[in-house]
Structure formats: C-alpha cells, structure tokens
C-alpha cells in the first residue's frame, strides 16, 4: 500500500480508509502509521474517510477508528 501512494503521489485524488477486514482502521493488520506518513511525503492534503463496515455498529467503528487515527497524526507531527 505504501508503494501504491508513494507511486500515485499528486494524483491521489482522494483516501478512503478500512482494515484489512473492511472493518475500522485499527483492528486489523494494516499498518495505517505508514500509510499516513507515505501521503503526508506525496504531499496529499486532501480528506481522509472512513469507509468500512459497520461493526459492531456504525457509530461503535467510527469511535474507535478517530482515536487511532488522530494518535497517528498526533505521532508523526512529533517525528
């Protein structure tokens, strides 16, 4: 995935974001800290959206995927 935004780079017109499972990023096996850093080098600014399923429930994945995601961000502003 890494190679995949290093090689869309500019072109990347927008993010949408899911574990290796479609379920919230974060309970699955991607790594999502290199992802994030790989864009952030391609330049992108654009929005990053949560598309998964929802499990356990809609609300549920949406509020354990904006901690983790947020953390991310919050490491990588400190590197």
């Given amino acids: 995935l890494v190679d995949a ?3 869309g780079g500019s072109n ?5 974001l899911a574990d290796n499972t479609r379920h919230y990023p974060g309970s699955g096996m991607i ?20 598309e998964c399923f929802p499990i356990p429930s ?7 995927a904006l901690p983790y995601l947020k953390g ?6 400190e590197e």
């Fill in 5 to 7: 935004v290093r090689t």
């Fill in 12 to 16: 990347i017109g927008y993010v949408h």
């Fill in 31 to 50: 790594n999502f800290r290199s992802i994030l850093r790989a864009l952030d080098e391609a330049g992108y600014d654009g929005y990053l959206s949560v």
């Fill in 58 to 64: 809609g609300e549920d994945a949406a509020i354990r």
């Fill in 72 to 77: 991310i961000e919050q490491a990588l502003s």
